[in-house]
Each structure stands twice: as C-alpha cells, then as structure tokens.
C-alpha cells in the first residue's frame, strides 16, 4: 500500500488522521469490553434494500436484504432513511466501530450514502458495488475523499461474470474500475468462489490482471449454500459449492499469492479459520439490514434488536454474542460454510 499511496498524495495526509482514529477506536472498544459490551471493530450496513440485478445465489435475496418478488424472504419494512443511518454511525463511532462495510442491495442506488462517507472523513468506508448504476457526479466526490475503498463483486473473466450477472456488467464494472483507478480512487474486487470460477482463480491469470489495473484489496469469498434456494436456482447452488479436494486446493492457492502478489487478499472461510471460526456476532463484525435489524453478518436474518426502537449499545450487550454462540450458528473450521443460517429469526 506504501507506494501506493505515494503516487496519490491526498492519502498521506488523511494516513496520520486514521491512524489516530483507529487507536481511539480500539481504546474505546477496550472500555466498553470491560462494562460486558462486545463491539466490533466493523460494522456492515446494508444500506438498501434496491438492486438492479437478479444473480443466481444471491445470499443478499435469501436472507431477506433485498426486495424481489420472488424472494422466499420478502423484506415488509421500509428501508432506514438517510438521518437513521447517520445516527447509527454516530452510535458505531462512540462505541469504537472503525469499519464500516456498505452494502445492499446496490449501494449507488441509495441517494445519499457518499453524504455519509464524507460527512465521516475520520473512518474507512469499503463500499460494495456491482459498478454498473454510479453517476457521473459519484465519481467527482469520490475523488475528493481518502476514506473509501470502493470494492467491485465481479465472478472473474467476462464469461463467467455475464453468465451470472447479465449481459455486459462485466465490461461496465471494469469499466467504472478502471476510471476510478485513472483518478486514484482505491479499488478492489469481491469474488463469490464456486466451482465454475474456482479454477480460473487458481490460474492468478485475472489476478495478475487486475493488480496490473491497480487493485489493492480482494475478497474471496466461497459460495455459502442456503436452505431454501430461489425458484430456478436449486441445480445452480447444490453444484455450485467447491468440494473438501477443491476447498483445500484453493487455500493453499492463496496461501501462496499472500507471499507473491502485491495485494491486501482476504479468503473467507478460509482465514477465519486462525482465528478460531467466524468472526460475525460482535467477535469482528456485526451487521445491520437495511430495515434496522442487527443480526450476525449479511447471510442471517436472525435478531434480536431493531435499530429504530434500540441502541446500537443495546444490541451489542454481551448477551448479543452469548445469544448466537448458544444457537450454535458459528461456521467451525474446515467445514462447509454455514448451510442454515436463514431459516431462523426472532
């Protein structure tokens, strides 16, 4: 990230401010620790229930963050408005909350969430997009700030992505990449792993290409089976999720581009697995829906509070991660990642 960095100037001087912020969070988050308050150091906010594009496997439909029709969790509340979600941030960063993860629904759809990124120049936003639906006006603002990565969900080549995604949202998302690059916005990429890419991913041929456009950050994140699969999508997810032979090939895959390849990677399940299982329920993240719930992480609609009549304090009480871990609802090491964590709510 150094050099990096030293090619945009405008990231230095925002480098020392979230230096400082991140170490007030990690005192503050020590503070609450010892009155029996867990907080995370992340928070997701799924900031809108809108998206623009129907993906087979959508675990952002199957556990009822977005509206569709045919969802088999239709969401009935209305989304949080803009003042909602800027007090629930507010609220994050008294508790010692440094990361705050947007995600949806497509973020771009929500009107005013870069209001949001700006307002709070003093924590990392990592913005999850498709890159299809960002207005001319996006990139302008982005290209004043220096607190957000902006992180494109792509499958991999134009053929795999289109074929999951629709027609041209691969060229359209490198394309929206590529201009943010051009202008020194910092980007990554999200990737769901599944046996229909998982090969094209150990060849590093795409991941050489991207690091050469300039992505800093990758998420590789295995495809999480669900329990009640969309209408249509029940060959797609069943023969989609890798085998224990393909799993294992893959980490040791990116055990090695860890040591070779000049970007920040994150493998989902598989570095949870240091760190002792998931790290959802408060232990390094949390989520909110884009109604208000907070439940463990985005593949839950398990709650117990609601945001728009409860603290974020409230929720993040001791009895919030006790309450999950009791339901046994942690992904454990070296095991298909959760399988039923959307059958239940409260």
Known sequence: MIPWIIRHPRYIGTFGKMVRSFRECETARRVFAGNGTVVPPVMILSITSSCNLRCPGCLAVAAGNIRQSHATHAIR???LTHDQWRS???QGN?????CYTVAGGEPFMYPRFINLIEEFDNRLFVVFTNGTTIKETAYTR?????????VFSVEGSERATDDRRGRQVFERAMKAMNRMNDQGI???VSVNINRANVHEWMASYFLNDIIHMGVRLVFLIELIPTQQPLSGEEIFLNESI???EERAAFRAKVLEYK????VFLLHSPGDEERLGGCVSAGRGFAHVTPSGDVTPCPVSNVATHNLTNATLEDAFKS???VKYERMNIFWKPRECPVPSLLTRKK
């Open 77 to 79: 509340e209305p989304d």
């Open 88 to 90: 629930i941030i507010l």
């Open 94 to 98: 008294r508790l010692g909350v440094f």
């Open 142 to 150: 982005l290209k004043r700030m220096a607190n957000a990565v902006i």
């Open 186 to 188: 910092l980007t990554g």
């Open 242 to 244: 890798l085998t224990p």
């Open 259 to 262: 040591k070779t390849k000049p």
């Open 319 to 321: 009895a919030f991660s």
